[in-house]
């Protein structure tokens, strides 16, 4: 495990715009990105700015509900993905997950994802958000077994 990243946030603005460095930094096909911290600190915003930073123009919405939502651009597909409502690992399974992670050129993002991290065989990164005051967010990125930039 290595930290590849450590920053403070004072925006949404600012939160996305780490995201697309992330993603033009760090990002490639084949990866999977867990993205934790708590209810409302910033994970979709900073999963806005990752998806602009792979090139995708559509507008991203919180998968909260949907569970899932997949973004195209030519044969790259982001997978976007939210584990808040799920309980039980087999949920998980059954969402399968597993066949978004074979998509070699494609890259898997999981909001809560630390949830169920036992599903989770490295390499991956590991991206943690936490409450600063007020808008202040402060945002960490590890790296598991992939640390190329
Ligand atoms: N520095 C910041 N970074 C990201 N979001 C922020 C920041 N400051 C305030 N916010 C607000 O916090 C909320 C984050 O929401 P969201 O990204 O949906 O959270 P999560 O997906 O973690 O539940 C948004 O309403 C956003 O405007
Ligand atoms: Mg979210």
Same mark, same amino acid.
Request: charged residues 25%; glycine residues 8%.
């Given at each position: 495990m290595k930290i590849i990243a450590r920053w403070q946030s004072k925006s949404e603005e600012e939160t996305q715009k780490r995201g697309e460095e992330l993603a033009k930094k760090f990002f490639h096909p084949g990866d999977l990105v867990i993205v934790a911290g708590e @209810?409302?600190?910033g994970k979709t915003q900073l999963v806005k700015g990752i998806a602009r930073g792979l090139g995708i123009e559509e507008e991203i919405k919180s998968? !909260? $509900? !949907?569970l899932v939502n997949e973004y195209k651009k030519g044969d790259f597909t982001l997978y976007h993905l939210d $584990?808040?409502? @799920?309980?039980?690992e087999e949920e998980v399974i059954d969402l399968g997950w597993e066949e978004y992670q074979e998509d070699e050129k494609g890259i898997v993002i999981v909001e809560w994802g630390d949830k169920f991290s036992s599903l989770f065989p490295p390499p991956f990164f590991w991206v943690h958000l936490s409450y600063g005051g007020e808008e202040i967010r402060y945002i960490e990125v590890f790296c598991y077994d992939s640390c190329s930039g």
């Open positions: @209810l409302g600190v998968p !909260s $509900f !949907s $584990f808040y409502r @799920l309980e039980k």
